[in-house]
């Protein structure tokens, strides 16, 4: 679980974030949503130890990361799993080099520990077949899964994914979003994903946090933003008149099936 509890953060005399309250619980995707510049980054940051908010508390399972001794932060980084949004692979190494790294950085384990490990995620994510081919040789979705595999073969407890679908196909996206989704159950993290792909909210928003302007305008499930009367949620999601019509046609077929809220 993850906790934020009245985190404050400013820029010069700018208050970007303005005093946000959050529990994240584990084996859930929490989703951080919002237009450009609610402070999604800024907030991520925080939350990773990465900027020190003025005010506040962020605790991991109990333990804040705010007032935390470096030595402790080093360690509660080493249960953070990370999904960057180019995936960031090294394009010198092959996919399970990759997927090496951080065990061969962190871990202490054997030679064949390691490539035991290693096998196992590339394994999970289904990449052992592509495991000697290099990043320029595979696809933009296979890269996105290595990028997971690499995040969680440490074991993490917790796991951030920028934008984890940018770049993808519809179809593609959908496979990724199902796989965090999966392994977030499986491997009972709690998992913070920044996102704008509206399908992700509706896919696998357990949870999602809705930022405008510094705030957390609004949070809720997937199926209760179908039914959210918030304003400035509503224009945000369902943007288009395409989006309100699906809105509707949810909340009846809902409604058919003894569904609705
Ligand atoms: N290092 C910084 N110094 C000063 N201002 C910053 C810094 N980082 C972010 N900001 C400001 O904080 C505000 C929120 O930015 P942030 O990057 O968190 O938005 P965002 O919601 O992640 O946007 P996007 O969806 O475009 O990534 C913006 O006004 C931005 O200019």
Known sequence: ????????????????????????????????????????????????????????????????????????????RQRIGMLFQGSALFDSMTVEQNVLFPLEMFSG???????????EVLARVNLLEAKNKYPAEISG???????????????????FCDEPNSGLDPQT?????????????????????????????????????????GQKQWEGSNKEIIYSDDKLLNDFIFASDFLQDAKKMRQIEDKRKGLAQ
């Open 1 to 76: 679980m993850i906790e934020l509890l009245n985190v404050k953060k400013s820029f010069g005399d700018k208050p970007i974030i303005k005093g946000v309250d959050i529990v994240m619980e584990s084996s859930k995707c929490n989703l951080i949503i919002g237009s450009s510049g609610s402070g999604k980054t800024v907030l991520t940051k925080c939350i990773v130890g990465l900027f020190t908010p003025e005010e506040g508390h962020i605790k991991y399972d109990g333990q804040d990361i705010v007032s935390m001794p470096l030595e402790e932060k080093k360690e509660l």
């Open 141 to 159: 979705g296979m890269k996105k899964r290595v990028g997971i595999a690499r995040a969680i073969v440490l074991n993490p407890k917790y796991l």
């Open 109 to 119: 384990k054997s030679y064949n520990e390691r490539k035991k490990r290693a096998d």
């Open 173 to 213: 996206s959908l496979l990724i979003d199902k796989l965090i989704k999966e392994i977030t159950v499986e491997y009972d993290m709690t998992t913070v994903v920044v996102t704008h792909d509206m399908n992700s909210v509706m896919e696998i928003g357990d949870h999602i946090i809705y930022m405008y302007q």
